[in-house]
């Protein structure tokens, strides 16, 4: 007995009062449990499915989709395939996404800021902006501002401005660069893009420098020039090799019979409504979040900072802001994830994005393979931005800045 007792013990705590041992299997017992509940609950479904005859499968991702979708970042094709139709619609969504996540987090900082000015009307104009966007469903103001494209002159009778951009019910048309050549272009973005990272190295390695020695570097001012010049070398570059440049600047025309616009890029009434409502609405709540995490900061702080003759806006560089960031990331992290998910009441304005396709796609093919199809992209698009957040939040937590 006196053995047994020994077998059942762990750390010289019998192994059912041992708080360890208790988490262990609580945890193990509730991740059976989740697992059972769920291949119940899918069996459940197959099992329903089956008895009504309900069609699903995915052998349809191969057949023709044979449907135009409005707006596409991608080439396309009605005769593409039902799997690449769902690929241009998600890198809409994506395109969306990424867009009004930059543009929202810019504009809820400035809010949130705005909200903590010492300036009476600016605070309250903050305050009152955030009120009203917070306070209105998102489905009425994309509705509203869908509405005031809507209320645009035809393309025929549009705004012109400086002879290159072009405003009118179907949507504003911008000059836009484009590659004569793909290849030369793709190259010189690569290059582009390495001359991005070589002026973080810079920029990072002229920081660290400027903190150990306290000698003036200018990190930004040199991270930026590498960035500019490798740009602007392989550009030169490229031209003397091909004799043309990477890219030219294409402009927008009215052309034809029907007044269409031809050339530069065009972003449709949907697009433009989707994105200010998205931005405009998820910025009340970020302006929220980034005032709260800067009065998250002691006052001593801030106090010492000015002790030493920081300017406001040094202040809340160097001091305010960094400390502020592991209160503000993780919140921030939800409001990313929301955005994305909302997009998906671009049907309601006539956009084209992946769930207005995926319900479109209903009718020739069956519903519950599609929307499991949506629901899987949706979860990734949600869960790489929590990656990219929590590792962020990460480096934040352990380096400080």
């Known amino acids: 007995m006196a053995q047994m007792t020994g077998l059942l013990t762990y750390q010289g705590i019998p192994v059912w009062r041992h708080a360890q041992i208790i988490q262990w299997a609580t945890q193990i017992v509730s991740g059976f449990l989740a697992v059972v509940l769920v291949l119940w609950f899918f069996l459940n479904i197959g099992g329903a499915i089956q008895d009504r005859n309900i069609p699903y499968g995915f052998s349809f991702l191969d057949r023709e989709y044979q449907t135009p979708i409005g707006h596409h970042f991608l080439p396309y094709e009605s005769s593409d395939s039902f799997l690449y139709a769902i690929g241009v619609a998600a890198t809409n969504t994506v395109v969306v996404s990424i867009i009004g996540v930059i543009l929202a ?20 104009l903050a305050l009152a902006y955030v009120e009203f966007f917070r306070n209105v469903p998102l489905l009425v103001q994309l509705f509203f501002w869908f509405y005031i494209f809507l209320a645009l002159p035809p393309v025929r009778d549009g705004f012109v401005f400086f002879e290159s951009l072009h405003v009118n019910n179907a949507g504003v048309s911008v000059p836009w660069p484009v590659p004569p050549d793909v290849g030369m272009g793709l190259v010189w973005l690569a290059l582009a893009l390495a001359g991005v990272i070589a002026g973080i190295i810079v920029h990072r390695f002229l920081l660290r420098r400027e903190t150990m020695t306290g000698k003036t570097s200018y990190p930004v001012i040199y991270g930026t020039l590498t960035t500019v010049g490798i740009g602007l070398v392989t550009w030169i570059a490229l031209m003397a090799t091909a004799g043309e440049s990477p890219f030219v600047i294409s402009y927008p025309e009215q052309q034809g019979t029907f007044f269409r616009i031809e050339g530069g890029f065009t972003a449709p009434a949907g697009l433009l409504a989707l994105l200010i409502g998205l931005v405009m609405y998820t910025a009340s709540f970020i302006a929220e979040i980034v005032r709260a995490g800067i009065t998250s ?6 106090e010492a900072a000015r002790a030493l003759g920081l300017s406001n806006l ?13 209160v503000i990331i993780p919140p921030l992290i939800s409001q990313f994830l929301n955005l994305t998910k909302n997009s998906s009441l671009a049907g309601a304005i006539g956009y084209s994005d992946l769930t207005n396709v995926a319900k479109t796609m209903t009718q020739t093919a069956p519903p519950v393979s599609i929307f499991i199809l949506i629901m899987l992209s949706y979860l990734a698009m949600s869960l790489a931005y929590s990656l990219a957040g929590n590792l962020y939040n990460r480096y934040v937590r352990i380096t400080g800045a």
């Open 314 to 326: 040094g202040l809340l560089r160097h001091v305010t802001f960094p400390q502020a960031l592991r």
């Open 105 to 124: 987090t810019a504009l809820g900082i400035a809010i949130g800021v705005g909200r903590l000015s010492g300036n009476w009307i600016v605070s309250k």
């Open 297 to 302: 900061v002691g006052k001593g702080q801030t």
